[in-house]
């Protein structure tokens, strides 16, 4: 099992590639696909120490062997996130595999259904919830404290141009992460005088291995946004890298950066 090397500062100025995250350790939720995976390879192409979690072992072993093959470094690590206990216990994991610490917590598991308000079933409901709310909710708690005693550390969370705009179909899913926005803000506000920075990124339509199994509404949604197209991977990804490392975006706190073609404009 791979562990985290000691933790060192970091060289004040322009970074460089794959050394401005250096002696980081990454917890990157859901990332054993799309901008999960993403996120955790560009984290681990930074420098950073990356611990790909999400429930299917397989993938996210494809994953950390895609990382180790560039020279990064990663693990897998099997992410329960069914209820506060066992995102507490998951979280707890993640710090004694980061060798006693998480200095970047990016919260991008979840669920998003779409479907009628008058048609969707309490189970659901409570589902969307656990995973978009209460899991990065808890996640956060157990984190952000140990971020805050060491001084610093970056929170990124993942969130949806669903959660600032109406969208028939998406009440479920766009209200969840309208939670996940404020409580961007209000975890700034909690932690952000002891170093810890907390932002989000508000994701468009981006053509993923799931959301590429829609294409035509994919690419409907993604008209109505200057940029005239979808997404991708990668591109969000960078968005959050830029969030997380404490080089580039040190001065940014409690921001709701959109990375959306431009949606949140028209």
Known sequence: MTSASAQGKTTR???SQGMSMRGKVALVTGATSGIGAATAEAVAGRGAYVLVAGRDAARGEAVVGAIRERGG???FVGADLRDAQAVRRFARDAVERGGGRVDVLVNNAGIYPFGATA???ESLYDTVYALNVKAPFYLVAELAPGMADRGGGAIVNVSTM???IGFPGMALYGSSKAAVNLLTKAWAAEYGRQG????AVQVGPTRTETTAQ???SLRALAAQAPAQRPGTAAE???SIVYLADDEES???QGAILPVDGGRAAV
Do not use: I, L, Q, Y
């Open 13 to 15: 100025g322009k970074p």
């Open 73 to 75: 470094r990663a693990d």
């Open 119 to 121: 048609d969707t079933e």
């Open 162 to 164: 669903a959660a600032a």
């Open 196 to 199: 810890v920075r907390v932002n």
């Open 214 to 216: 829609a294409e035509d």
């Open 236 to 238: 969000v990804a960078a």
């Open 250 to 252: 040190g001065f940014v």
